[in-house]
């Protein structure tokens, strides 16, 4: 696409806006600003670099055997540099506790430290990233049906002690890049079919997060994500929305809305508002859900746009960190995140570029009429223009001109990994 044309079609569409009280230049300078956290376990399909064997389960499995998957640390890294060519902004990366460096070595979960993860604090400041980190539960001897809620002392203590040792890691992390990292703890336990013992579960789990959240840190902040259900862990969940939403709120930690694991019927997006109350802040996991939590990956659709639009009508971009979390093992990995963090970046900037001012006053008034009106007028504004100048500006492919980078890196690097 010519760059006359591009700037051409960007100037009619902000005169457009501008027409409805939309300022372009403001909301572009905005969505410059909004860091994605973008998920280290796409590269690799959720398989970690740990000595020990990952046993997979616990809900996570990424389906499809596409060639060219990072096989170690210096593939992976690399696969996210060229990630980092094709879209624009500054943005976060997000690790799993299994992608320590660990040379080689039997290190158990319960043994993992800040050392650990040196490698990957140069490798961020090097390439302009800030780090966020995960706890790892699943794919161990140890995780069972039950860990942090498990009724066995031993195997309990055992994610205790990992717990404690991903929070330590995070607060080493966040004091190393001056910047809080983000820690978020999932875990799976639940149980496969009927359960009569509910209430001891959860109770265990509030014990033992009590434990793990004793120490206060300033470098890190703690999230706590819920689940619908795990695949092998249908009838109950322990730690469900309704569990971490009441200790969240009591203790005031950050509550996890990963956008697959609710009800497909459920508005991710109705959450936000209501969370904003009652928590200090919210951490989102933007995944598409296909018959559940199938982790697809991201799209611009109904809701991620719905979300993006909550969040900046809210005014809430101090209080909400957004991440991506999906694994698609049947596409170009580099093409599944571009394709993701591109569609959560043009879903803010369409909830950037809503005329807000005016529908606000339309609600105000009750004109009801006037406010659905300009809402269904405002889905067919020249938003696309204005990406592509936004690609533009940042010396990014314009449009479709990413598929041919990414089949060339392909061509040139994964398809010579056997």
Not at 353 to 374: D, I
Request: aromatic share 10%.
């Amino acid at each position: 696409m010519k760059k006359e044309s591009i700037q051409k079609s960007f100037e009619i569409a902000k005169d457009r806006y501008a027409a409805v009280g939309v300022d372009v230049e403001k909301a572009l300078n905005k969505l410059q600003e909004i860091a994605i956290s973008i998920h280290c376990w796409q590269a690799d399909d959720v398989t970690g670099f740990e000595k020990l064997e990952n046993l997979g389960g616990g809900g996570i499995q990424a389906t499809g055997n596409y060639p060219g998957k990072a096989r170690n640390i210096g593939e992976l890294r690399a696969d996210i540099e060229k990630v980092l060519t094709l879209i624009a902004g500054k943005h976060r990366f997000s690790l799993h506790a299994i992608y320590g460096e660990f040379d080689g070595k039997y290190i158990d979960r319960n043994e993992i430290e800040p050392q650990h993860f040196s490698g990957w604090l140069d490798w961020a400041k090097e390439n302009g990233l800030k780090l966020d980190f995960n706890t790892t539960s699943f794919g161990h001897s140890k995780s069972g049906d039950l860990t942090l809620a498990n009724p066995d002392k031993a195997i309990r203590d055992f994610w205790i002690e990992h717990t404690k040792r991903c929070r330590q890691i995070s607060e080493a992390i966040g004091k190393f890049q001056n910047d809080p990292c983000i820690m978020n703890l999932w875990i799976h336990d639940g149980m496969k079919d009927l359960t009569v013992n509910r209430y001891r579960y959860r109770q265990i789990l509030e014990q033992s997060l009590d434990e793990i959240f004793a120490i206060d840190y300033k470098n890190m902040k703690d999230c706590i994500e819920a689940k619908l259900f795990g695949i092998g862990l249908e009838s109950y969940t322990v730690g469900s929305y309704d569990f971490y939403l009441g200790y969240g709120a009591k203790k005031q930690k950050i509550v996890t809305l990963d956008t697959g694991h609710f009800h497909l019927s459920e508005s991710i997006a109705d959450k936000i508002s209501s969370l904003l109350l009652f928590t200090p802040e919210i951490m989102l996991h933007v995944s598409r859900p296909i018959r559940w939590d199938s982790d697809h990956v991201t799209i611009l659709n109904d809701d991620v746009i719905d979300l993006a639009k909550e969040i900046v009508r809210a005014d809430a971009f101090n209080r909400v960190h957004i991440g991506l979390d999906y694994f698609d093992a049947s596409i170009n990995r580099i093409g599944a995140y571009v394709i993701g963090i591109r569609a959560t970046q043009k879903a803010f900037l369409q909830a950037l570029l809503e005329p807000l001012t005016v529908l606000r006053a339309y609600e105000a008034n009750g004109q009801y009429f006037e406010r659905l009106a300009l809402l269904e007028e405002a889905k067919s504004l020249p938003w696309n223009a204005v990406w592509d100048y936004f690609c533009l500006k940042n010396n990014i492919a314009v449009g479709e001109d990413y598929i041919a980078e990414i089949q060339q890196y392909e061509k040139d690097v994964t398809s010579k990994r056997n």
